[in-house]
């Protein structure tokens, strides 16, 4: 699996990888309500981890209809992942949607504390 080509598929939820010149774009569709999403979102986590370091990487998730609490904590290991790989990640949230608005919210106080995120 490359960067490029890379794509994630699992009940409603998908997430697709598209490079742009030297920058990637991470974006998340449909839905995630796994009990467990870890089990399988780390190790597809992992396989980029190595091909996004030291990329600008957008992380986009306004399309995004709905994720569950438990698919929150392997966001926050992926996004720690990229900024100590030096990749600089920007996060984007429709935070029109209000459930995107409080990821939004979080995912800016965590990302105060790490070098290279950032949630405009």
């Given at each position: 699996?490359?960067?490029?080509?890379?794509?994630?598929?699992s009940?409603?939820?998908?997430?697709?990888?598209?490079?742009?010149?030297?920058?990637?774009?991470?974006?998340?569709?449909?839905?995630?309500?796994?009990?467990?999403?870890?089990?399988?979102?780390?190790?597809?986590?992992?396989?980029?981890?190595?091909?996004?370091?030291?990329?600008?990487?957008?992380?986009?998730?306004?399309?995004?209809?709905?994720?569950?609490?438990?698919?929150?904590?392997?966001?926050?290991?992926?996004?720690?992942?990229?900024?100590?790989r030096?990749?600089?990640?920007?996060?984007?949230?429709?935070?029109?949607?209000?459930?995107?608005?409080?990821?939004a919210?979080?995912?800016?106080?965590?990302?105060?504390?790490l070098?290279?995120?950032?949630?405009?």
């Open positions: 699996m490359t960067a490029s080509n890379a794509r994630f598929e009940g409603g939820l998908i997430i697709t990888v598209a490079n742009v010149g030297p920058a990637a774009t991470v974006e998340w569709l449909g839905v995630s309500d796994a009990r467990e999403p870890s089990l399988q979102l780390s190790p597809f986590f992992a396989g980029l981890l190595d091909q996004l370091a030291s990329r600008p990487v957008t992380v986009d998730f306004r399309r995004f209809e709905y994720m569950n609490s438990a698919t929150v904590s392997p966001i926050i290991s992926f996004v720690k992942s990229l900024d100590a030096g990749a600089r990640t920007t996060l984007l949230f429709d935070v029109t949607v209000p459930w995107q608005k409080v990821n919210q979080c995912m800016r106080a965590i990302a105060r504390t070098s290279n995120v950032q949630v405009p």
